[in-house]
């Protein structure tokens, strides 16, 4: 698995990242989302890259089975903290594994699940397709897989909302930059993702917006208080709207696709 890039950073991701109102808007938004989708509870689902389990372990709470892969022990250290903060009927729903998602399948036995989850991952890998590939085979007949990745289309908004004009002329034509956990990051389309995973037998269904207000207000210089439950709630609603309709989810840095497995 080499080298543990997120062992410098797993307190920044996982208590600073997620806790601020940007990690809410993310987790709800998504949240929200995947249960327009999901088979009912207890279906079972693999979130691969799953990190400290932001987004699988409301899912656990919600009656799923979990099961969090990811590379980083680190990462998985922190998911386990967490883990021991949740009632034992939770944390009995929740198995944690240690491996890269491109061996995903050899690493789980060629276990299936009603659904497969990648959310925050393609961004750091060079090309995309084998860990499309992976998602699409774990993935049971009939099965949901979930993808959420940077915009290629959008890639201009953060630099011109941080009044870095220059870097924004040329983020018309990138597809790179450097995130605000400073680790470089890479972004794909809709499209290209969605085409992937036709390739594969997996028919995407709809695709989100994630982030956008949220975005705007936080790179415009805005300061965003986490402790203000009801500005964090009402903004998130406002964020899930905008998510589901055009031309709202078009200029969101990251888009949310899902797609179904065909059945065999």
């Not at 372990?57 to 009656?63: H, N, V």
């Not at 031309?247 to 497995?261: A, E, I, T």
Request: with cysteine; hydrophobic share 40%; proline share 5%.
């Amino acid at each position: 698995m080499g080298e543990d890039i997120w062992a410098g950073l797993v307190d920044q991701f996982a208590e600073g990242a997620y806790a601020s109102v940007k990690g809410h808007v993310r987790t709800y938004v998504l949240h929200q989302q995947l249960l327009e989708h999901l088979p009912s509870a207890p279906a079972s689902v693999l979130d691969v890259g799953g990190g400290a389990g932001h987004q699988s372990f409301p899912l656990a709470e919600a009656g799923y089975d979990v099961t969090l892969l990811d590379p980083s022990q680190a990462m998985l250290d922190k998911a386990r903290q967490r883990l021991e903060r949740l009632p034992d009927d939770v944390r009995r729903r929740v198995t944690l594994v240690q491996a890269d998602g491109e061996k995903a399948e050899e690493a789980l036995g060629g276990r299936r699940f009603d659904a497969v989850l990648c959310h925050g991952v393609l961004g750091y890998l060079e090309d995309p397709e084998a860990m499309v590939d992976q998602l699409c085979r774990c993935a049971a007949s009939g099965g949901l897989v979930s993808i959420m990745t940077a915009n290629a289309k959008a890639m201009a908004v953060r630099p011109a909302l941080e009044r870095r004009w220059d870097d924004a002329l040329a983020a018309f034509d990138s597809r790179r930059e450097v995130g605000v956990l400073g680790v470089p990051g890479r972004a794909d389309t809709v499209e290209e993702i969605g085409e992937l995973l036709r390739s594969r037998g997996v028919e995407p269904l709809r695709w989100y917006g994630v982030w956008l207000f949220a975005d705007w207000l936080e790179f415009g210089g805005t300061e965003l208080d986490p402790g203000d439950s009801e500005q964090t709630a009402a903004m998130a609603a406002a964020e899930l709207e905008a998510s589901r309709r055009d031309p709202y989810r078009q200029l969101s840095r990251v888009f949310h696709l899902v797609g179904r497995k065909h059945p065999a």
